[in-house]
C-alpha cells in the first residue's frame, strides 16, 4: 500500500480542497519518481491493487514523518507526504502509530470553479467521506487519470508539478463524465463506504 501523511496542526488545518488537491499531486509524483530505491516497488504497486492509507500528525510527529525517505508537498494550506509503497504489515515505526480515522476538514470558502485547463478529479455526489477517505479516492483517481492520458499528456502533465483541481461532482458534472468515459475508482469497501462503491474520477482537458 502507499502511505500519505497530512500535517494536521491543531491550530491551522489545511482547508479541505488544499489537502485534498495535495494527496493527488502526491501520490503521482511518487509514481512517476526515478529514485532508484523506489522504481521496483512503485512499479509493482502501480501494477496490483493500488490502495493508500491517509494518516494524520502534527508537530512532533510530523518531524517525524518527515525523516522518513519520502516526498512532501504543499498545496496552499496543506503539507501531504508521501512514502514509497509497503507491505501492508510493514509500516514504519514512526508511522504506525499515527492516527488513521476520522479526519475532518472543512474550506473555510467554497472552492471557485475549476479551471478547465487543469486536470480535474470530481468526488462522488451523495457520498459521505472523511477527508483522510476523500484523500486516498482523489488520489486514485489522478493515478486512474494518468494511466488514461497519452505519452503526450503525461509529459505535459509531470512538466506541470502534475498541477490539478479536486472538486465534489454535482450529480449532473458526475453522469456527464462517466457517459464520456473518464476512468471511474470503484472502491473495494475496506473502510466507510459499501464495496464496489463508485467514489471518484479524473477528467483529463481535451
Do not use: C
Not at 512499479?43 to 508537530?59: H, L, M, Q
Not at 510493514?90 to 478547465?116: C, H, I, N
Not at 487543469?118 to 494518468?146: D, N, R
Request: aromatic share 6%.
Amino acid at each position: 500500500m502507499l502511505p500519505l501523511v497530512v500535517r494536521l496542526e491543531r491550530d491551522a488545518p489545511p482547508a479541505r480542497t488544499d489537502a485534498l488537491e495535495a494527496a493527488a499531486r502526491a501520490v503521482l509524483l511518487m509514481l512517476t519518481s526515478d529514485a532508484p530505491d523506489w522504481v521496483d516497488a512503485v512499479a509493482e504497486w502501480d501494477g496490483y491493487r493500488i490502495r493508500k492509507v491517509v494518516r494524520r500528525a502534527r508537530g512532533s510527529e510530523w518531524r517525524r514523518a518527515g525523516e522518513l525517505p519520502g516526498i512532501t508537498v504543499n498545496q496552499a494550506s496543506a503539507e501531504v507526504r508521501v512514502y514509497p509503497p509497503i507491505p501492508l504489515d510493514g509500516w514504519p515505526r514512526e508511522l504506525a502509530k499515527l492516527q488513521v480515522g476520522g479526519t475532518e476538514l472543512e474550506d473555510p470558502s467554497p472552492a471557485p470553479a475549476a479551471d478547465p485547463a487543469l486536470p480535474l478529479v470530481l468526488l462522488a455526489p451523495g457520498l459521505e467521506m472523511t477527508a483522510g477517505k476523500a484523500m486516498a479516492q482523489a488520489g486514485h483517481a489522478a493515478q486512474l487519470g494518468y494511466r488514461s492520458a497519452s505519452p503526450a499528456q503525461r509529459a505535459a502533465w509531470q512538466a506541470s508539478g502534475f498541477a490539478l483541481a479536486v472538486r465534489d461532482a454535482s450529480p449532473a458534472q458526475w453522469d456527464s463524465a462517466v457517459a464520456a468515459g473518464a476512468p471511474v475508482v470503484q472502491d473495494a469497501g475496506f473502510t466507510e463506504v459499501a464495496p464496489g462503491s463508485y467514489t471518484a474520477l479524473a477528467v483529463l482537458p481535451s
